[in-house]
């Protein structure tokens, strides 16, 4: 069965620690994107990797880190230079065929709240 | 002016009403346009997609694009309860690094 696994669903951070966001997919999508969604808004682009050991800063990445070392996996670190973490975090993915961030994937997200 | 502009509703319609669901753009230089719904707490999922202009048919569900009126919608015939959710407008540019802008989303719920 095919799709993104985001986990954990909820997260909580204790100030000055940073935390890892994991998204793991079996499409074998190439692209996959980390976006940022608060009560009432869109979403916005934090980070995107169109290919392995490659990735590109989204609208919004100041405080956040990624890696790429495989295809399937594109976790998320939340550093403690983000002042205001607490959001719904969503992982998509897509083939290379489109925008950058259209997901035609999307992981259930991951709620990260601050203690 | 935002890039992309969405009714901010909630919207509330009785079972077996048609749905018009909109949004409007300033970029001229948008050609995809999307359409995601999201239920509560989840991950978006993918509606609908048209590149450029005219209507797109799925079901019960239809996308315009007005690109003259820089204007998209997205309609629901017959609607549901289950089609109680956020529906979230997306739209981009083309070109190899054009990235997709939101709408900040608009909750239906769609009464028995």
């Known amino acids: 069965d095919g799709g993104i696994t985001q986990s954990p669903k909820y997260l909580f951070r204790k100030e000055g620690q940073n935390v890892t966001l994991s998204c793991e997919q079996n499409?074998?999508?190439?692209?996959m994107y980390w976006y940022r969604q608060d009560p009432g808004q869109g979403l916005r682009l934090i980070y995107y990797s169109q290919i392995v050991n490659d990735f590109q800063k989204g609208d919004i990445a100041e405080g956040y880190s990624v890696s790429r070392e495989k295809k399937e996996s594109f976790p998320l670190t939340v550093t403690s230079a983000q002042k205001n973490p607490t959001a719904f975090y969503l992982c998509?993915?897509?083939?290379?065929?489109?925008?950058?961030?259209?997901?035609?994937?999307f992981g259930s997200g991951t709620q990260l709240s601050v203690l | 002016q935002k890039e992309v502009e969405q009714d901010p509703g909630p919207l509330s319609v009785p079972e077996g009403a048609i749905v018009s669901l909109n949004c409007t753009y300033s970029n001229s230089a948008f050609q995809y346009f999307m359409w995601y719904r999201q239920y509560s707490r989840k991950g978006p999922e993918l509606l609908m997609y048209t590149y450029s202009s005219g209507n797109k048919e799925d079901g019960r569900f239809t996308a315009q694009v007005d690109k003259s009126s820089k204007y998209i919608s997205l309609f629901i015939r017959d609607s549901q309860p289950s089609d109680s959710a956020t529906y979230l407008c997306a739209m981009s540019a083309s070109g190899a690094n054009s990235k997709l802008t939101f709408g900040k989303g608009i909750t239906l719920s769609v009464r028995p």
């Open positions: 998509a993915s897509s083939r290379n065929s489109g925008p950058v961030g259209w997901g035609d994937a």
């Open positions: 499409l074998n999508h190439d692209a």
